[in-house]
């Protein structure tokens, strides 16, 4: 068995093509909940979603989130509706009251449903229908994402990284506010003084997020501070890290980032925004897969290959690539 971390993009490219060379059967991939969001009642797991999407072959992979070809006339009639009552759109967070109220796992990022400020396609917004109900029915979000994984005929054990509520908080130069609403709905755009993954204090990852590190453990080309700071924010996964084989693959080519806001978070995080920042937030990981253009000196091993992503054949490249950097530091890969 090797694990893969995950956000909601690199890892998912990463496997997209990847099935030779790593078995998904054998192959878990441990999602980051940081991001989630309760909207309208709903929760939303981006990316537990991208995965579970990816996997069961109805991802958009023009966008990397969302289902493709997916329709949109729940949240048109939504922002129609609020518009006819003028009732204003943009993240409408509920009372501080009712963060703390309702269901624990959606603690500290509950927004109203009126002109949701993220959009859900309708057979997307099912998904987040079935989940929430089970969470009601008393189901573990473990428990609704392996149902769920089940109705999408999908083989990879699919792991939230906790059932726990870890809300990744970003104070900024206007107040704090949900990673979501900093970067769907306001791009990235202000001044970042400190990041805060509230409740990973209490948080506690899974049993199977514990069985499933006790192998080696790949990180995808992720954003080290949104995607792997909820997960290292609780002392046992950073402490399982910390005892088994690492692999990280780069989201950098020295500076250049392939997309996303990871560069703007390492910097205002206390890390340079590139593979040698990353290599400083990873203390963790043994070796690193960078791409061939990338000429960062490493104290660790490293492995180099093209690492653009987008097509099978790239997932398959990188991932002979992460194969040969675990054997490399000498873990045992089925
Ligand atoms: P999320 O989408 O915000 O949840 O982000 P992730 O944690 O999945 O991070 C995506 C990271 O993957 C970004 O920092 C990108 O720079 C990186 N990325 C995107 N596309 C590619 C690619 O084709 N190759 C590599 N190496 N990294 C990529």
Same mark, same amino acid.
């Given at each position: 068995?090797?694990?893969?971390? /995950?956000?909601?993009?690199?890892? %998912?490219? $990463?496997?997209?093509?990847? #099935?030779? =060379?790593?078995?998904?059967?054998? &192959?878990?991939?441990?999602?980051?909940?940081?991001?989630?969001?309760?909207?309208?009642?709903?929760?939303?797991?981006?990316?537990?979603?991208?995965?579970?999407?990816?996997?069961?072959?109805?991802?958009?992979?023009?966008?990397?989130?969302?289902?493709?070809?997916?329709?949109?006339?729940?949240?048109?009639?939504?922002?129609?509706?609020?518009?006819?009552?003028?009732?204003?759109?943009?993240?409408?967070?509920?009372?501080?009251?009712?963060?703390?109220?309702?269901?624990?796992?959606?603690?500290?990022?509950?927004?109203?449903?009126?002109?949701?400020?993220?959009?859900?396609?309708?057979?997307?917004?099912?998904?987040?229908?079935?989940?929430?109900?089970?969470?009601?029915?008393?189901?573990?979000?473990?428990?609704?994402?392996?149902?769920?994984?089940? /109705?999408?005929?999908?083989?990879? %054990?699919? $792991?939230?990284?906790?059932? #726990?509520? =870890?809300?990744?908080?970003?104070? &900024?130069?206007?107040?704090?506010?949900?990673?979501?609403?900093?970067?769907?709905?306001?791009?990235?755009?202000?001044?970042?003084?400190?990041?805060?993954?509230?409740?990973?204090?209490?948080?506690?990852?899974?049993?199977?997020?514990?069985?499933?590190?006790?192998?080696?453990?790949?990180?995808?080309?992720?954003?080290?501070?949104?995607?792997?700071?909820?997960?290292?924010?609780?002392?046992?996964?950073?402490?399982?890290?910390?005892?088994?084989?690492?692999?990280?693959?780069?989201?950098?080519?020295?500076?250049?980032?392939?997309?996303?806001?990871?560069?703007?978070?390492?910097?205002?995080?206390?890390?340079?925004?590139?593979?040698?920042?990353?290599?400083?937030?990873?203390?963790?990981?043994?070796?690193?897969?960078?791409?061939?253009?990338?000429?960062?000196?490493?104290?660790?091993?490293?492995?180099?290959?093209?690492?653009?992503?987008?097509?099978?054949?790239?997932?398959?490249?990188?991932?002979?690539?992460?194969?040969?950097?675990?054997?490399?530091?000498?873990?045992?890969?089925?």
């Amino acid at each position: 068995m090797v694990t893969f971390l /995950a956000g909601g993009t690199g890892t %998912p490219k $990463l496997l997209y093509g990847a #099935d030779g =060379v790593f078995d998904p059967a054998e &192959t878990p991939v441990v999602c980051n909940t940081g991001d989630d969001v309760e909207l309208g009642g709903l929760l939303v797991c981006p990316d537990v979603d991208t995965t579970l999407f990816a996997d069961g072959d109805r991802l958009d992979r023009e966008t990397w989130w969302g289902i493709a070809d997916d329709t949109t006339e729940t949240h048109e009639e939504l922002h129609a509706l609020a518009d006819a009552a003028g009732l204003e759109s943009g993240p409408r967070y509920l009372s501080d009251d009712a963060q703390t109220a309702g269901r624990d796992i959606a603690r500290w990022r509950r927004f109203s449903g009126v002109a949701e400020f993220m959009e859900l396609g309708d057979r997307d917004r099912a998904i987040h229908v079935t989940r929430t109900s089970l969470l009601d029915e008393g189901y573990t979000l473990t428990e609704a994402t392996e149902t769920l994984a089940n /109705a999408l005929d999908i083989e990879r %054990p699919v $792991l939230p990284m906790s059932d #726990d509520p =870890v809300a990744t908080i970003i104070h &900024t130069d206007e107040g704090p506010m949900h990673f979501q609403e900093f970067w769907v709905h306001r791009r990235a755009d202000p001044e970042i003084e400190r990041v805060e993954f509230r409740g990973a204090e209490t948080a506690t990852p899974t049993d199977a997020v514990h069985d499933a590190l006790d192998g080696p453990v790949v990180i995808g080309p992720s954003n080290p501070v949104t995607s792997l700071g909820p997960m290292v924010a609780m002392d046992t996964f950073r402490e399982a890290l910390e005892s088994t084989p690492v692999v990280a693959v780069s989201p950098f080519v020295e500076d250049r980032v392939f997309s996303g806001p990871a560069a703007k978070l390492l910097a205002a995080t206390g890390y340079e925004p590139s593979t040698a920042g990353v290599a400083d937030a990873y203390p963790y990981a043994d070796a690193f897969v960078l791409d061939e253009a990338d000429g960062t000196d490493f104290d660790r091993p490293v492995v180099r290959t093209d690492t653009e992503l987008g097509d099978p054949e790239d997932g398959a490249r990188v991932c002979r690539a992460v194969r040969e950097a675990l054997e490399t530091i000498g873990a045992e890969v089925p």
